[in-house]
């Protein structure tokens, strides 16, 4: 009996204290649009590439093809650019420069396929010019916790001609992860400059840079996740303190002073 009270009066606290804090977040909601290149520096003999290029050489017409003419043949590049859609949540605490980020966006391999996301690195949104304006910047780690697209779309959009590409979706079907993984660890940066749109500082709009290198052992996953781009937000506050708006005031001595 003496255990669950003492229990009881340490989980009262604990709870007093976490809901004292709950005061001091701040929620956005961003919808996010833009285009991305992904760098995944495939080695494409490893993958089922390979078998179609097996099954061409064994045609009489085209038996002394080489591998690198096969890639040029199709336009098959390590890279390829992609629209990228979604909506990302970002939580921060007071005015620390810690931010969290959960995404849901479209994958740097497939515009058609989702990826899921979570962020956590240093980073503030800097106000400027009475408010309306403001900088904002992130840097740390990220864990990609599963991106439907990377795999067997990653190749086949890494070919450059369109019918190429249809037909390269037949052959391949339903691949499972020819690729490995379809998640990793990575490090990310992301630069942005946005306006605010009302008085009370809830609606923002802007436009952001990001780079996102894969950090995953090459051991596990020797394809990359690697992309960079642009993209525009709309963003929403839901909780949290509001930027307090510039004001100047007169100095009787002179000159201005806030």
């Given at each position: ?80 650019w992609q629209p990228r859609v979604g909506a ?152 949290g303190k509001n930027v307090e708006p510039v004001?100047y005031y007169a100095n009787p001595a002179g000159?201005?002073?806030?």
């Amino acid at each position: 009996m003496h255990k669950k009270y003492v229990f009881f009066v340490a989980f009262s606290l604990l709870s007093q204290i976490v809901f004292a804090q709950l005061k001091y977040l701040n929620f956005n909601m961003s919808i996010n649009g833009g285009y991305g290149q992904l760098i995944h520096k495939t080695d494409f003999q490893s993958t089922p590439l390979e078998a179609l290029y097996d099954f061409i050489i064994d045609l009489p017409q085209t038996k002394y093809l080489t591998w690198q003419q096969f890639l040029d043949g199709y336009n098959i590049k390590d890279r390829y650019w992609q629209p990228r859609v979604g909506a990302s949540a970002m939580l921060t605490y007071r005015d620390w420069p810690i931010k969290a980020i959960g995404e849901a966006m479209s994958s740097p391999s497939s515009y058609t396929r989702a990826s899921y996301a979570v962020t956590l690195g240093l980073g503030k949104d800097i106000y400027i010019s009475d408010s309306t304006w403001y900088i904002s910047f992130l840097g740390g780690y990220k864990v990609m916790l599963k991106d439907y697209g990377f795999g067997a779309s990653t190749i086949v959009n890494s070919v450059g001609r369109k019918e190429s590409r249809d037909d390269l979706a037949q052959f391949f079907g339903p691949q499972g992860s020819p690729l490995g993984r379809p998640s990793g660890d990575m490090f990310t940066f992301r630069l942005g400059f946005a306006r605010t749109l009302d008085w009370y500082y809830r609606w923002s709009v802007g436009v952001e840079g990001y780079y996102e290198l894969d950090l995953t052992d090459k051991l596990v996953r020797n394809a990359r996740m690697t992309n960079f781009g642009a993209q525009v937000f709309v963003r929403f506050k839901f909780f949290g303190k509001n930027v307090e708006p510039v004001s100047y005031y007169a100095n009787p001595a002179g000159g201005k002073r806030n």
